[in-house]
């Protein structure tokens, strides 16, 4: 390992960071100087933090090395996420400093649907206060990353014009939530049954799933139906062990919808459903990732159907997470007899005048950052580039330890950040 190369290269970086920070402080966005340049700035702390960690582990023989993971790999990883993470905001800035006016008008109606839907994990106690962050990607998408309370959302160009593409922010954030909701995995985990095996892979998506419906409303299920249907029959019929299987996928929509009392539209997108399986070819089974087990199509309905309630029941035991205000969903039930296809038109016209909600902004405040909402004072305040777990205290001991790969590795993605490293998908979620 060429350790000179490797510092010279985390140095182009931290120059790069730090030249962003100050173009972005003088922008004329309030989001690119307040939120984006903030976000930069917990970026460059963190990926500092990183750098000196695994420099000094390795250099005072700290950390165990791995057969699997040589020491050039860590470094490229490292650098990787920093970087991969700089272009976006870079991205970001570039979209709403030059961007059309349609364009801009379009990222600020994301960017109050985004804090919207963030708002109530916030206010159910989930999550300390927060805030959101959307630009234009090639997809809907979610970015996640552990070192400040941001949902980086990414919404599709495509927005602009059609109004029902904003949809997805719904469930995006419901992936930060999932991330960065203390304890919640594990209760979730521990609350589905481990049978059928095929089904707790998909448990995060499950969990967007609910969380898109306690936001949206039944306009989220109609949506879904419709970009489930765009795809290749192999995409429809797969399970790729991390998305339920796209041909059953509404039925958990349907009875999510069922508990939160949309009776009437919940019907209709079933029998929606129904019909538009005939002209997928009416597929009867998929192969379970992994094992290979064939598995039908009415197995697998009752696997989500049952998923439900379980769920509920258990964010409803650690967090009182459901929605008080029936106003406050995107869209609402159907009248008896009514057509699906209702809800878009009437969540087209719903996102011309709302939601109404005030944007929160990360701002700095010497060597922290903090949520700040209208004029409030700095909520959630914290170190730049803190992940507020247990590795940032680890990152921080001074005295000699043997670390096993295990422990470094975690340390390496911090909750899946990482591009390409052990289990890694670079926190983006779909």
């Given amino acids: ?48 933090s990183q750098v000196r960690f695994f420099r000094e582990g390795i250099a005072q023989e700290k950390l165990q090395p791995s057969s699997l993971y040589p020491w050039d790999y860590v470094w490229q990883t490292l650098l990787t996420q920093v970087s991969y993470d700089a272009a976006v905001y870079q991205q970001t800035a570039d979209q709403r400093l030059h961007g059309s006016t349609d364009m801009l008008a379009t990222l600020g109606k994301a960017d109050h649907l985004a804090q919207d839907a963030l708002n109530l994990a916030v206010q159910s106690g989930m999550l300390p206060a927060s805030a959101a962050l959307t ?16 949902a980086v959302v990414g919404v599709s160009f495509t927005a602009i014009t059609t109004p029902r593409d904003y949809l997805a922010v719904a469930h995006e954030v419901g992936h930060h ?84 009392g949309f009776v009437q539209a919940a019907a209709a997108l079933a029998a929606r459903w129904e019909a538009a399986l005939l002209t997928r070819n009416d597929p009867q089974y998929f192969r379970a990732h992994g094992s290979g087990e064939l598995v039908s199509r009415t197995e697998v309905k009752v696997a989500l159907e049952t998923a439900v309630p379980i769920l509920l029941h258990a964010l409803k035991a650690a967090r009182d997470i459901r929605q008080q205000d029936p106003a406050r969903y995107w869209s609402q039930d159907l009248a008896a007899g009514e057509a699906p296809d209702l809800l878009y038109g009437r969540f087209d016209q719903w996102v011309q005048q709302n939601p109404k909600v005030t944007i929160a902004h990360l701002q700095e405040f010497g060597d922290d950052v903090g949520v700040v909402i209208g004029g409030s004072e700095p909520q959630n305040r914290r170190r730049k580039g803190a992940a507020q777990t247990w590795i940032d205290g680890l990152k921080s001991l001074s005295a000699t330890y043997q670390l096993p790969p295990a422990g470094w590795t975690q340390i390496l993605s911090t909750g899946n950040w990482n591009v390409k490293g052990p289990d890694g998908d670079n926190g983006v979620k779909g």
Avoid at 32 to 41: L, R
Avoid at 235 to 260: C, K, N, Q, S, T
């Fill in 135 to 150: 630009y234009f990607n090639k997809s809907a998408n979610i970015h996640v990353i552990p070192y400040a309370p941001v």
């Fill in 1 to 48: 390992m060429n350790g000179s190369v490797w510092q010279n290269r985390a140095a182009a970086l931290d120059h790069t960071l730090a030249f962003m920070q100050q173009q972005y402080a003088a922008a004329v966005d309030p989001m690119v100087n307040s939120t984006v340049k903030s976000i930069v700035a917990c970026l460059n702390a963190f990926g500092r």
């Fill in 177 to 260: 939530v999932f991330r960065h909701t203390p304890g919640l995995a594990k209760k979730l985990y521990r609350a589905l049954p481990l049978d059928p095996p095929w089904r707790e892979p998909w448990l995060e998506e499950m969990f967007a799933d609910v969380y898109g419906c306690l936001v949206a409303g039944p306009v989220l299920d109609l949506d879904f139906q419709d970009l489930m249907l765009d795809d290749s029959l192999e995409d429809f019929i797969g399970d790729d062990g991390e998305h339920p299987v796209e041909m059953a996928r509404p039925y958990f929509y349907h009875a999510v919808l069922r508990e939160l």
